[in-house]
């Protein structure tokens, strides 16, 4: 009997988690700075054992989020 044998590509399955230090420079902040923000609780991410783990995915809709607040607070102000 013979078995069907798919290939998956696991690469495109899940989306790699970063170390504060490959994630740090993606936002132009120190890997301390962005360790801190984690624990405070200010970017989405998530911890395993020592290390904070995050998806440059999300830390891209996090910054876009960021940025629209401030948008729409600029323009309140300028009312």
Same mark, same amino acid.
């Given at each position: @009997? *013979?078995? !069907?044998?798919?290939?998956?590509?696991?690469? *495109? !399955?899940?989306?790699?988690?970063?170390?504060? $230090?490959?994630?740090?420079?993606?936002?132009?902040?120190?890997?301390?700075?962005?360790?801190? @923000?984690?624990?405070?609780?200010?970017?989405?991410?998530?911890?395993?054992?020592?290390?904070?783990?995050?998806?440059?995915?999300?830390? *891209?809709?996090?910054?876009? $989020?960021?940025?629209? *607040?401030?948008?729409?607070?600029?323009?309140?102000?300028?009312?």
């Amino acid at each position: @009997m *013979s078995t !069907l044998q798919i290939p998956i590509n696991t690469e *495109s !399955l899940f989306e790699p988690l970063l170390t504060s $230090r490959e994630a740090a420079p993606f936002l132009r902040l120190h890997y301390k700075t962005l360790e801190a @923000m984690a624990r405070a609780g200010e970017v989405p991410a998530t911890k395993k054992g020592k290390s904070w783990l995050f998806r440059l995915s999300r830390l *891209s809709e996090w910054i876009d $989020r960021e940025l629209q *607040s401030k948008a729409v607070r600029a323009k309140e102000t300028v009312r």
